[in-house]
């Protein structure tokens, strides 16, 4: 029966990438809007790292990993990759809680599809597709001017690490969202958690002292957004502990996913609908 259910809810994805695609193509301001930003955040935190590596040519983090301009400009594109990824298909995270308080959940109880997953899969931004974009080109403009080497093995290893890391970092987005069934709206930890990835995703979080980077691995894993994947497709890593980032990354997911289905189930017994 969950073989199934995966099944039908893996057919509807089509469905819901067309849509948001479709949304946004009404509105091509957004796209422009999407594009401009993306693009000044990355020139800003260029010169910054620039500005950085100028009066210190080289950040060293943990033992195998060296951090000079082209790294620096590397993450700084890996960051905005992620960030699109985010953008696109996790999105409907920041809206959990008004559904749950303003809107309602009645609409999406009465399909045989998950709640959380039609919140997620109607709130799909395309934008993000522009900020993929743009951050590719930043990743390509520094291979090739840096002269940075690159495996297909290591982009493949940073990908998967970037993927899990990601969704535990939003599970646990969900989980606090989910907090409203007992609270009430509660933008504000939201707010605060994406503070938190804004200023961190875009920092080698390993130059950091020990205490930041166990919080930021293991309680807020932005290290996954860019500063692992970034060290790993440069294969500053060795295998070891490449695999035990990834373990850990995977461990996370697991562990926030069986909060949230906890906490949905339990703040579904309480849910009172909007008006009623």
């Given at each position: 029966?969950?073989?199934?259910?995966?099944?039908?809810?893996?057919?509807?994805?089509?469905?819901?990438?067309?849509l948001?695609?479709?949304?946004?193509?009404?509105?091509?301001?957004?796209?422009?809007?999407?594009?401009?930003?993306?693009?000044?955040?990355?020139?800003?935190?260029?010169?910054?790292?620039?500005?950085?590596?100028?009066?210190?040519?080289?950040?060293?983090?943990?033992?195998?990993?060296?951090w000079?301009?082209?790294?620096?400009?590397?993450?700084i594109?890996?960051?905005?990759?992620?960030?699109?990824?985010?953008?696109?298909?996790?999105?409907?995270?920041?809206?959990?809680?008004?559904?749950?308080?303003?809107?309602?959940?009645?609409?999406?109880?009465?399909?045989?599809?998950?709640?959380?997953?039609?919140?997620?899969?109607?709130?799909?931004?395309?934008?993000?597709?522009?900020?993929?974009?743009?951050?590719?080109?930043?990743?390509l403009?520094?291979?090739?001017?840096?002269?940075?080497?690159?495996?297909p093995?290591?982009?493949?290893?940073?990908?998967?690490?970037?993927?899990?890391?990601?969704?535990?970092?939003?599970?646990?987005?969900?989980?606090?969202?989910?907090?409203?069934?007992?609270?009430?709206?509660?933008?504000?930890?939201?707010?605060?958690?994406?503070?938190?990835?804004?200023?961190?995703?875009?920092?080698?979080?390993?130059?950091?002292?020990?205490?930041?980077?166990?919080?930021?691995?293991?309680?807020?894993?932005?290290?996954f957004?860019?500063?692992?994947?970034?060290?790993?497709?440069?294969?500053?890593?060795?295998?070891?502990p490449?695999?035990?980032?990834?373990?850990?990354?995977?461990?996370?997911?697991?562990?926030?996913?069986?909060?949230?289905?906890?906490?949905?189930?339990?703040?579904?017994?309480?849910?009172?609908?909007?008006?009623?």
């Amino acid at each position: 029966m969950k073989t199934k259910n995966f099944y039908r809810h893996l057919r509807l994805l089509p469905n819901y990438l067309r849509l948001s695609l479709l949304r946004i193509s009404e509105n091509k301001l957004q796209i422009f809007g999407a594009f401009f930003t993306t693009s000044i955040n990355l020139v800003m935190y260029a010169l910054f790292w620039g500005v950085i590596t100028y009066q210190i040519p080289v950040l060293t983090g943990i033992g195998w990993v060296v951090w000079g301009r082209a790294e620096l400009t590397f993450l700084i594109g890996i960051t905005e990759v992620a960030w699109g990824f985010g953008a696109f298909f996790w999105m409907g995270i920041w809206e959990i809680h008004w559904y749950i308080t303003e809107i309602g959940l009645e609409q999406f109880q009465i399909r045989p599809i998950g709640s959380i997953f039609q919140i997620l899969s109607t709130s799909f931004w395309a934008g993000g597709l522009v900020q993929i974009a743009v951050g590719g080109f930043m990743l390509l403009l520094s291979a090739t001017t840096f002269g940075l080497v690159i495996t297909p093995y290591g982009v493949a290893l940073g990908i998967i690490a970037l993927i899990l890391g990601q969704a535990a970092l939003y599970l646990l987005w969900a989980c606090l969202s989910c907090l409203a069934f007992w609270i009430g709206r509660n933008e504000g930890l939201l707010e605060i958690s994406d503070a938190l990835e804004f200023n961190f995703a875009r920092m080698p979080i390993d130059i950091m002292p020990l205490g930041v980077q166990q919080f930021l691995t293991f309680i807020f894993p932005v290290i996954f957004i860019s500063t692992v994947p970034t060290i790993i497709m440069l294969s500053q890593l060795p295998f070891e502990p490449t695999l035990l980032y990834i373990g850990i990354a995977g461990l996370l997911v697991l562990l926030w996913l069986g909060v949230l289905r906890y906490a949905w189930s339990k703040g579904l017994k309480r849910y009172q609908p909007v008006g009623g």
